[in-house]
């Protein structure tokens, strides 16, 4: 599974050419005394580089580099003559000033890729990585979050084995990022039991309507929906069903190209409706070659710089020969990333296969 995350701000270690800015700068602050005329003076100039290093080194890096622009000042070449016992006093306080900065620095550093490490961890709990089978059924999926340094958002996806067949589902919550992330664990949970009690696809359609109606009791805004596409492989691989909750309708990815599977209209789930009836479920044949890619709107809803929708089945049709559901969603990926000037919703897809016909 393809997972986009950014990183934390200031958790990692400067790059080389930034580390090398300090000391740069010391041989410019020289080259260029030593290029002026004896009246000019440019002592205090080296004042900034202690506390620049601090910024780019830990207490080791900055006490050297302080260090050596002490050392610099006395040196008579640099003809620092109007430098005083004072001058010298304050450099001396702001290269231990620094060198503090540089130790206070390096524990947030230090804090920051701790609480990073878990978040992900937390986060991979969530959604943990997808197989590239799960019984008869080959797999290929990719998640992007929106937010910057997040791992899940507020789209989801699994894929799980039961008693009734490999079952899988793609779905949208309301709301990005974070704070989205509780009611994505929420309908994972429920979705894997009802994988394994509920004979129907529209029982487990049923199960996720009422876990979200039931945690809107205690949501903030009193509000949780989702749309989510449900997808039943028979032991046999030869078909696929399919039922859709308000979800766009998933791809059939065949030789002749790409078209939308047609499905039953249904509501989302989690409205609050007097009686839940999930939609029928669409019996689709598969041949070994079909991939099935179902996808979230942040696909289809992402724009170019004229402002068109990106438009996947067209696309899918022109610009990608995937073989395997782990090549087309890359595939779809880099395509989108070119056409799009910036993604700016969740996006998870999700491809699906049967290549061995009977398992």
Same mark, same amino acid.
């Given at each position: 599974m393809d997972r986009g995350a950014q990183e934390l701000p200031g958790a990692g270690r400067p790059p080389g050419w930034l580390r090398l800015l300090p000391w740069l700068t010391m041989v410019l602050l020289v080259v260029v005394q030593l290029s002026t005329p004896?009246?000019?003076?440019?002592?205090?100039?080296? =004042?900034?580089?202690?506390?620049?290093?601090?910024?780019?080194?830990?207490?080791?890096?900055?006490?050297? @580099?302080? /260090?050596?622009?002490?050392?610099?000042?006395?040196?008579?070449?640099?003809?620092?003559?109007?430098?005083?016992?004072?001058?010298?006093?304050?450099?001396?306080?702001?290269?231990?000033?620094?060198?503090?900065? =540089?130790?206070?620095?390096?524990?947030?550093?230090?804090?920051l890729v701790s609480v990073r490490t878990v978040a992900e961890a937390a986060q991979l709990a969530v959604l943990p990585p997808m197989p590239e089978r799960v019984g008869p059924v080959r797999c290929g999926a990719l998640y992007r979050a929106a937010e910057r340094g997040t791992l899940v958002g507020g789209d989801l996806y699994d894929v799980q084995p039961g008693p009734y067949g490999v079952r899988a589902i793609v779905a949208d919550v309301k709301g990005h990022g974070l704070a989205a992330v509780g009611t994505v664990s929420a309908l994972l949970g429920t979705f894997r039991e009802?994988?394994?009690?509920? +004979?129907?696809?529209?029982?487990?359609?049923?199960?996720?309507?009422?876990?979200?109606?039931?945690?809107?009791?205690?949501?903030?805004?009193?509000?949780?929906?989702?749309?989510?596409?449900?997808?039943?492989?028979?032991?046999? /691989?030869?078909?696929?069903? @399919?039922?859709?909750?308000?979800?766009?309708?998933?791809?059939?990815?065949? /030789?002749?190209?790409?078209?939308?599977?047609?499905?039953? +209209?249904?509501?989302?789930?989690?409205?609050?409706?007097?009686?839940?009836?999930? +939609?029928?479920?669409?019996?689709?044949?598969?041949? +070994?070659?079909?991939?099935?890619?179902a996808h979230t709107d942040g696909v289809t809803e992402a724009r170019d710089a004229t402002g068109a929708f990106y438009p996947l089945a067209a696309r899918i049709r022109t610009r990608t020969q995937p073989s395997a559901p782990v090549e087309l969603v890359r595939a779809v990926w880099r395509d989108l990333s070119s056409y799009a000037d910036e993604v700016a919703d969740d996006v998870a897809l999700l491809a699906l296969s049967t290549p061995d016909g009977h398992g």
């Amino acid at each position: 599974m393809d997972r986009g995350a950014q990183e934390l701000p200031g958790a990692g270690r400067p790059p080389g050419w930034l580390r090398l800015l300090p000391w740069l700068t010391m041989v410019l602050l020289v080259v260029v005394q030593l290029s002026t005329p004896e009246s000019v003076q440019l002592g205090f100039a080296f =004042a900034v580089v202690p506390p620049l290093t601090s910024l780019l080194y830990g207490m080791l890096g900055t006490a050297l @580099v302080a /260090g050596a622009m002490f050392g610099l000042l006395l040196f008579p070449a640099i003809r620092a003559d109007d430098v005083t016992h004072g001058d010298l006093l304050a450099f001396g306080l702001i290269g231990v000033v620094s060198v503090v900065l =540089a130790w206070v620095r390096a524990r947030r550093d230090a804090q920051l890729v701790s609480v990073r490490t878990v978040a992900e961890a937390a986060q991979l709990a969530v959604l943990p990585p997808m197989p590239e089978r799960v019984g008869p059924v080959r797999c290929g999926a990719l998640y992007r979050a929106a937010e910057r340094g997040t791992l899940v958002g507020g789209d989801l996806y699994d894929v799980q084995p039961g008693p009734y067949g490999v079952r899988a589902i793609v779905a949208d919550v309301k709301g990005h990022g974070l704070a989205a992330v509780g009611t994505v664990s929420a309908l994972l949970g429920t979705f894997r039991e009802a994988v394994l009690d509920e +004979p129907e696809l529209a029982g487990v359609a049923a199960r996720l309507d009422r876990r979200l109606v039931v945690d809107s009791a205690t949501h903030e805004d009193g509000e949780l929906f989702a749309t989510a596409v449900l997808m039943e492989f028979p032991e046999d /691989g030869t078909a696929v069903r @399919v039922l859709s909750c308000g979800h766009p309708a998933p791809l059939l990815v065949d /030789g002749d190209g790409a078209r939308e599977v047609e499905l039953a +209209p249904g509501a989302p789930l989690g409205l609050g409706l007097r009686e839940f009836r999930a +939609p029928e479920a669409v019996t689709v044949p598969l041949r +070994p070659t079909d991939v099935l890619l179902a996808h979230t709107d942040g696909v289809t809803e992402a724009r170019d710089a004229t402002g068109a929708f990106y438009p996947l089945a067209a696309r899918i049709r022109t610009r990608t020969q995937p073989s395997a559901p782990v090549e087309l969603v890359r595939a779809v990926w880099r395509d989108l990333s070119s056409y799009a000037d910036e993604v700016a919703d969740d996006v998870a897809l999700l491809a699906l296969s049967t290549p061995d016909g009977h398992g």
